[in-house]
Every structure is written in C-alpha cells, then in structure tokens.
C-alpha cells in the first residue's frame, strides 16, 4: 500500500504541476492571445505595450484649436504620439466631462499599420460620436436640473428690470423728443461696460448635438466656444428689447387708458 | 379693432398657451387618473401583496414549510399580476399623453394661425410712426401701417416675455 501511495501521490502532484504550469502559460500570453483574436500583429501588441498603463480617456476637447481632421492625419514618423497630444491639451478645463477617444490614441497607429486608413478613421469617428451620444443622454438631466443656476444670475435680473424702469421712464418722457430704440441702445452699452463689475456666475458650457456635430467635423473647439459665447449675448440682448418693448407698449396703453395722454 | 384690446387679445392668447405649456404633464396625468378607473384595484393589490408578506415573515419556514411556500406562490403571483397591470397603466398613461400633447399643439397653432390671419391687415396697437423711427417697418410688418405694431412682432415680443417671467415663477 505505501509503494502505490505514493506512486499515486507522485502521479498527482505531477499533474497539478502540469495543470499549474499549464495555467501560467495561459495567464502570460492572454495579452498577445487577445491580440491575435482581435487581430493585431505582434509588432503592434509590442508598439501598444508601452501605453498599455494608460487608462482609456474619453475627453470631448472644446479647448482644443487644431481641427480633429489635421492632428488625425497619418504621421509615420512620429508614431501615435501627436494626435492625443493636441486632444488631451488644454480640454480638460473647458468641458471637464465630455470625452473623446483614448489618450494612447489608436487612430494614428491604425492609419499607420491598417491598409484602409479611410475606414479606419471613419470608424474611430464614429466610436467618438457614439460615446458622445452616450454622453449626452446622461448629461440631460444633470443639466435641467441646474438650469436654475442660470436664472439667477443676478446680472440678468439687473438687466431686466434696467430695461422695465427704462421703458417706462422713456414713455413718459422721452419719447416725444427721441425714437424710443436710441435709450435702448445706450442703456445697452451702459451694460457692455457694467457687466465687468458683476460677479461671474460660472455657466456649464452646454454640449448641444451641435456643438458635438461641430466638433466632429473638424471645426475648432474655439471658434465653437466663441461662437456660442456671441450667440448668447445676441439671445440676452433680444431678451432685453423685447421686455423693454412690451413695457413701452404696455405702460403706453396704461396711459391711453386712462386718458392722461394721447400719443 | 386697432385701438382697442387687440394687443391685451394677442397677449392673453400667448399667456394661456405658455401656461398650458408648462401645465401640459399635470394635465395629462389627471386625464389618465380619470381615463383610468381600476387605480383602486391596483392600490388594492399593492394593500393585499403588502399584507400576505407580512403574514409571510411571521411564519417559520422551517416548522410550517407547506403554509410559507402556498403564501410564497400567492404573493408571486398578486406580484406578476401587479406588473401586467402597471405595465398596462405606463403604456395607457404614455398614449394619453402623446394625445393630450398632439390636442395642445394642433390648437396652440390654430390659435396662432386665426390669430395672425384676423390681425393681418390692421395693428394690434398704433403709436406715432417716429417713435420707433429706425425700424417702424419692421414692427408694423405685415400691417404695412405706419407706427403700427404688426401682430408679428407683437407675438414675438409676448412669447420672450411670457417666457422669461413663467421660466422665473417656475
């Protein structure tokens, strides 16, 4: 019995051996088994080794000057190195939360080692627009939610109730020597020059389906956050003439009304 | 017409419609409250589910395995017919507001269209022609009166503020 016993003890522990050894073996290649799933040649797996530490970083840059298209052309040179260079540069501050593609950027590589450079783009632009979609849909209700932020903005009060008092102030008085749009415009001014002793409420720069539609195209992200910035204040102008017109009417009509003077 | 309430008519007209607006959901759920006339039964499912579980968790599953295991299969069961039922209620409640929102914006735009049709030709409210020099065209547009308000540009004017002051109330 003690010769069988451990003759099968032997046999036993050889075969966990195997099995461990077998295991290791597994466990040390799962990296270049993934790849030749996926389908990278070694040397690829090898080039992308190095930045295997680097976690995936989605970042939407609206900081970013360069167009997505120019950084995105192929470099043979210089590798993947320039393109999550201009994505990753100055973003983060602007639109912290909107992601684009992975810092150790594949695209350059693909372009590189892929014999369809096209498609190979097309489809990282497309995982982009994707993600950004995702993105978006969760962004929504964060946002509507802190709309209120926005309308109580004490400059915006100011402005509104600058332009209720103006208009009445105009109906009585002025409007007969002046077209009433003159003191619009100057109290506008007025409020160009004050708007630099307001405090500045921080505004969530809004990722619209147009913004990222702009972004993706290639148009740079600060011609996009200009843009917006103006068509905010055109938005707060017309808001104000539109409250300072509807009082002139309606303070107009409260005078017609009660007789104490014709036009 | 020109010198009456045609402006306060468009202006109260933007109102209701803005309010309506906003009080679109409210609506909509009391109308699927009333569509719907087994919101009893439901609460009264809801009571029952809540009751058996109750009587459940006195019951040793150990001592009385038979009596748990019959509760168990009830309260499964009240539960799957719970889901149906709120599953039927989402879907009825989805619809009636999908109605309730076409309804509101098939009239809010008749509303509009009636409005901008009776008011095409004369201005809502008339005021002298130099006071809104620069752009008296503009404003008058499509009345072609000088120093009228056209009834465009009067819609455009309420709707900013009926918004503005709603948006600041809400």
Redesign the interface.
């Known amino acids: 019995m003690e010769p069988g016993e451990t003759t099968e003890e032997k046999t036993m522990s050889a075969a966990q051996r195997r099995a461990e050894i077998r295991r290791r073996k597994l466990l040390m290649n799962s990296e270049e088994r993934m790849n030749r799933i996926v389908g990278y040649t070694k040397n690829d797996s090898e080039s992308s080794a190095s930045r295997r530490s680097t976690e995936p970083h989605f970042h939407l840059d609206l900081a970013r000057t360069e167009p997505v298209s120019s950084s995105s052309s192929p470099k043979p040179s210089s590798g993947h190195g320039s393109f999550s260079e201009t994505l990753c540069g100055s973003l983060e501050d602007d639109l912290a939360g909107i992601r684009k593609r992975t810092r150790g950027d594949r695209v350059s590589d693909d372009l590189n080692s892929s014999p369809r450079p096209g498609l190979q783009k097309y489809l990282s632009r497309f995982d982009d627009a994707m993600k950004l979609r995702g993105q978006l849909a969760n962004e929504k209700p964060a946002q509507d939610g802190g709309s209120d932020l926005d ?1 109580f903005d004490p400059f915006i009060v100011f402005r ?1 109730v600058g332009s209720v008092l103006l208009a009445v102030f105009v109906r009585l008085f002025v ?1 007969k020597y002046l ?3 003159a003191p619009f415009l100057t109290l506008e001014l007025a409020y160009m020059g004050l708007s630099k002793y307001f405090p500045k409420v921080e505004k969530k720069a809004q990722t619209t389906v147009l913004t990222a539609a702009l972004l993706l195209s290639g148009i740079p992200a600060e011609v996009i956050n200009r843009s917006m910035d103006t068509y905010r204040r055109m938005g707060d102008v ?2 104000d003439l ?2 300072y ?2 009082t002139f ?1 309606l303070s ?2 409260i005078l017609l009304l009660f007789g104490s003077e014709t ?1 | 017409m020109a010198a009456g309430y045609a ?2 008519l468009v202006l109260g007209s933007v109102f209701l419609c803005n309010l309506m607006k906003t009080l679109l959901p409210s609506i909509s759920s009391f109308l699927s409250k009333l569509v719907q006339k087994d919101a009893e039964q439901e609460s009264e499912m809801r009571a029952e589910i809540h009751e058996m579980k109750k009587e459940q968790s006195t019951i040793s599953m150990m001592d009385e395995f038979a009596r748990h295991a019959r509760l168990e299969r009830k309260i499964n069961k009240m539960t799957d017919k719970l889901k149906t039922h709120v599953k039927s209620r989402t879907a009825q409640q989805a619809k009636m507001k999908w109605v309730v929102n076409i309804v509101f914006y098939i009239l809010q735009a008749a509303l509009m269209i009636s409005l901008i049709w009776k008011f095409y030709s004369d201005p809502v ?4 022609s ?6 008296e065209r503009l404003v008058a547009f499509p009345t072609g009166v000088a120093g009228g ?1 056209g009834i465009t540009c ?1 819609l ?3 709707n ?2 009926i918004t ?1 002051g709603l ?2 109330i809400s």
Request: with cysteine; net charge neutral; hydrophobic share 65%.
């Open positions: 309308e509104l409007c077209s009433i749009f017309f808001a539109c409250v017109f509807f009417i107009h009509e036009p | 402006w306060f409210t008339v005021v002298p130099k006071w809104i020099a620069p752009v308000v009067w455009v004017v309420c900013k503020v503005l948006h600041a």
